[in-house]
């Protein structure tokens, strides 16, 4: 476990690493190496970082450590944003991943159960549930069709399921 030391605020912050690229503070925020040197200025030692924290400071350092700590809290701000929205981002691929899975299913179980139902009556049954004239085409089947629910939700396939003693 190694330790590296950043100077916020003439606050000592330490961050503690087991595998050399995600560090966790006192306070327990994660974050990469590559981020925090883009953050802050990293010392290697807390007796350098405490001495930095620590030294007198003149007039115009005191100005340049303002603006500096300024930049520093819209950097971070910046990162919890992105960090925010990658994780907002990866959730909504989640939702979208589980959604099309079970969709997936529904299809492969709607298939298998069909299969012993000749495909006008299936037509008729759906057409009669859903009121979808896609469902009255002759060219149309719905058992090849893998976009078959822009036409029919999952509620209206049960009710077909019923209609057709499947339950």
Do not use: C
Not at 14 to 32: A, C, H, K, L, P
């Amino acid at each position: 476990m190694s330790k590296i030391y950043t100077v916020v605020n003439r606050v000592v912050t330490s961050w503690t690493t087991t595998d050399g690229t995600e560090f966790t503070s006192q306070t327990n925020e994660v974050m990469s190496r590559s981020n925090l040197i883009y953050l802050y200025k990293i010392y290697e030692t807390e007796e350098e970082a405490r001495t930095i924290a620590e030294a007198p400071m003149s007039k115009g350092q005191i100005t340049s450590m303002a603006r500096i700590d300024a930049d520093i809290k819209t950097k971070h701000d910046a990162f919890i944003l992105k960090e925010n929205t990658i994780a907002a981002a990866k959730m909504r691929h989640e939702e979208i991943r589980v959604r099309h899975e079970i969709k997936a299913s529904v299809l492969k179980e709607f298939r298998i159960r069909t299969l012993s139902v000749s495909l006008p009556k299936l037509k008729k049954v759906m057409f009669s549930i859903t009121g979808n004239k896609q469902f009255n085409k002759w060219s149309y089947n719905p058992t090849k069709d893998d976009d078959v629910f822009r036409f029919i939700t999952v509620q209206q396939i049960d009710e077909v399921y019923e209609v057709l003693n499947f339950v």
